[in-house]
Structures are given as C-alpha cells and as structure tokens.
C-alpha cells in the first residue's frame, strides 16, 4: 500500500532555532514531492520537488529529494514565531491525486 | 483576484442528517478537487471534478457524492452523517484537463464539519 510518513509528529523550538522535519514515502510511479504549510486552515505551497539531490530554497527554508532512499527534509533556520504551523508532505504518483503524510505540528515559542 | 472560497465556515448537524458544502474555484480554474482532514491525520482525497464531470473518486463510501455547475463551482454532499465524517473539509482548484493538475491546485480555507 503506496504511504507517506512524517515525522516528528509534533516538535516545540525556540525562535533562533533551527529544525529539521523529514518525510518518507513508498509509492509506486513516483512523480514528485510536494511541502506544504498550514497555518489556520488552508495548506500553501512550499516546494515540489522531482530531483534527487537539488536543493530548493526560499529564504530560511529550504528542502531536498533522496530518491534513491525515498525521503525528503524540509530545514528552516533561523525560526521564528511566525513559522509555527502544521508542515504537509505529499507525493504526486501516476494516476493519483496526492497522497499526504500526517503532518509535523511545529511551535516556535519567543 | 479572489482565491477558492468555500462556504460555509462551520456546520454542525446531526448524526443521520445530511451536510452541503460548497467551493468556488479561482476564475480560470475547471477543476476541482475535495479532501477530508480529521483530526490528527493527513489530507484524503475524496473527489475531483473537471467540465462538470467526476474524474477520479477516493476510498469513501458512496454517501459521499457530489456535483460542479456550469460555473465550475462544486458543491460536496455527505448523507447520512457520522460522527466520524467530523471533520475539515478542503477544497482546491486548478486549470482543467484530462489530466490532473493537483500540483498546481491552491487549496481554500476549508469547512469545518461538526457531526453531534
């Protein structure tokens, strides 16, 4: 059964902090991985990666593919309080309509 | 430009009732696509819409159904509620085709359904 898998499920930092979220994935026809951020309700978009290797970057976060061991990261430096929110991985398959992993619930305390 | 929409906000009904949300999709966009989060789990996809026709369809029981107008708004039905169909319901929208564009989808701010 195709799965995505998140962790940690749930992670409190200080703000200056930097932390690390990782998402695993075992699905057959891989296309891509996407990042999302969901502060209150709606997720946004955050990266989609397809590469294995290449870094994306915006601004303090950024992520990476491994495609040969099937996971991603996805690193903010620098956290602030704004940064707190439930982090979504999910990958993008033939024939599929994204499969989400549970989510990172992430706190960013003053 | 407005983004999705989705109304209403909250909705409290009753266990056997039935529930209607509804999504409009940004202007341009002809498909649209309908996930259940519940609590502590990850998004399930439950129906996407294209030209008014139903695309793919997840692994929900029938009692969920629904429907797009003309105006690729899209309304999702839940019938004979549970409890366990409690839940925030998001919509998404993106530019049409045979093919699924998911990964472009911009995702609304969802409706939250309380089954009591």
């Known amino acids: 059964e195709d799965k995505v898998v998140q962790s940690p499920l749930s992670l409190v930092v200080h703000e200056g902090d930097t932390v690390t979220l990782n998402c695993s994935y075992e699905?057959?026809?891989?296309?891509?991985l996407l990042w999302y951020k969901q502060e209150k309700k709606a997720p946004t978009f955050l990266f989609m990666l397809?590469?294995?290797?290449i870094e994306k970057k915006s601004g303090r976060l950024s992520s990476i593919l491994d495609k040969k061991e099937l996971f991603s990261i996805l690193n903010i430096t620098a956290t602030q309080t704004g940064d707190s929110a439930i982090y979504l991985c999910?990958?993008?398959?033939?024939?599929?309509?994204?499969?989400f992993g549970g989510g990172t619930r992430l706190m960013v305390k003053p | 430009e407005a983004g999705v929409t989705q109304s209403p906000t909250h909705l409290i009904k009753t266990r056997g009732q039935q529930a209607t949300l509804r999504c409009s999709p940004i202007?341009?966009?002809?498909?649209v696509y309908w996930y259940q989060q519940a609590l502590g789990l990850g998004l399930q996809f439950l129906l996407w819409?294209?030209?008014?026709?139903?695309?793919n369809r997840g692994n929900f029981p029938p009692r969920f159904s629904g429907r797009q107008f003309p105006n690729y708004s899209s309304e999702l039905n839940v019938n004979a509620l549970e409890l366990e169909d409690s839940a925030l319901y998001l919509c998404?929208?993106?530019?049409?085709?045979?093919?699924?564009?998911?990964?472009?989808?911009?995702f609304g701010q969802g409706t939250r359904l309380t089954v009591v």
């Open positions: 998404a929208s993106s530019r049409g085709g045979t093919t699924s564009r998911i990964t472009e989808a911009f």
């Open positions: 699905v057959t026809n891989f296309r891509s």
């Open positions: 397809t590469s294995s290797g």
């Open positions: 999910a990958v993008y398959y033939a024939g599929n309509m994204l499969t």
């Open positions: 202007s341009g966009h002809t498909s």
């Open positions: 819409y294209d030209e008014g026709e139903e695309r």
